[in-house]
């Protein structure tokens, strides 16, 4: 009796334990066509700007490229978030890649029949961007639909692997495939997008309640200032204004570090290539960080975690500047972006788990969209400065403005004795 007694309470305890995550069908069929939507995403960043210098020989349209995809994406970044929040995501997210499938192929017919335009092309980026802002902040709320919140930093740092991944292949398989044939990296794409969409089909996952009108906010979900709900959200706590100011000085800061160490290598005689390999080391740093996800968090509080990474970045800004040198960027790189996989899953267990569902996608798109602000702001002020200066000042100058950033933080209490939620 005693014997039958423990083998039922062994195998309910066994019933009620999660599937592990390899075995999660669900998320990792959802996780590779993530990896397929960012790889696609990745090489079109290289291969559209190198398409239109071609076509061109202007670089200021080459630049245009990426210009009007970041416009569309905070453009309507928020609204994103306000309709994955009232309408079913699977569908959003299956009409986003449907979407960014048809661009793709767009682009492959004209060039078929020799009639791609620098406005098809531009208008092929403002698509891009706009499936970003409204796919976005529905495959991160996917992902975490489908797996238990035992298992959701296993996850994450899982997914860290992705975007790191996909940002060290991308590039170079973009360059790489345009010199095969103009169309090739653009069908590329497509098949990427293609993959993505499959796999947004193959899996069912929740959406918010729907009530009878189609919304999720009541009266139609279409309350005033519904839109700006997330934003709202975000200031009115203090503990997620500093972790979004400490994030965004660090984006703003390192926007503005690449360009002024790709002109210090410049000047200092390095090729192209080496430029490249030289600013890899962002996504092997971000690769080597993403297995020390859990062990960090166990080690640090949210708090001292996030300085500390943010601390950390200071002294990798001064190292190219007093040396220079494409190894010592590499490695400068690779340092900084050790800890930014931990912080990006800590973000994600301070805001977005703590919200509830019916205003998480608002969330979500309102704290990328504060995010992305600071690098083309970034990437605009090191480009003043550069009129002006040479490299290696404005390096030790963006060290210096970076620290002084992360002193009212540092010094503030809304960090201090911050705790990981149960």
Known sequence: MTTDLGTAARAQADAQQPVPLRRNWRFQVLWGGAASAMLGTCLADTAYPLLLLAMTGSPALAGAFGAVQFAASAVFGLHGGAVADRHDRRRI?????????LAALSVVAALALHRLTVPHTLLVAAVLGATMAYGGPVRMLAIRAVVPAVQLRQALAQDELR?????????????????????????????TSLLALSASWAVRFESPAQNADGGADGEGGEQRGAVLEGVRYLLSKKLLRSTLLVTLAMNLAGSAMLLAVMVRLRDGGTSTGGIGLALAGEAVGGLLGAPLVTRLHKRLAPGALLLVVAWSAVPMFLLPALLGGPVVVFCSLAVMMLGVPALR???????????PDELRGRVIAATMTL???????????????????????????????LGLGLLPSTLGRSLRGTSWPA
């Not at 899953?345 to 919200?355: A, P």
């Open 93 to 101: 997210l299956l009409a986003a890649d449907a979407v960014r499938l």
């Open 163 to 191: 975007v790191n991944g996909a940002a060290l292949i991308g590039p170079p398989l973009g360059g790489f495939l345009l010199g095969l044939g103009t169309a090739v990296p653009f069908l590329t794409t497509a098949v």
């Open 345 to 355: 899953v800590m973000v994600d267990v301070l805001i977005f788990q703590q919200v």
């Open 371 to 401: 995010l992305m602000v600071g690098m083309p702001i970034g990437t605009f002020v090191s480009g003043l400065l550069l009129d002006r200066f040479a490299a290696g000042p404005v390096l030790v100058a963006l060290a210096a403005l």
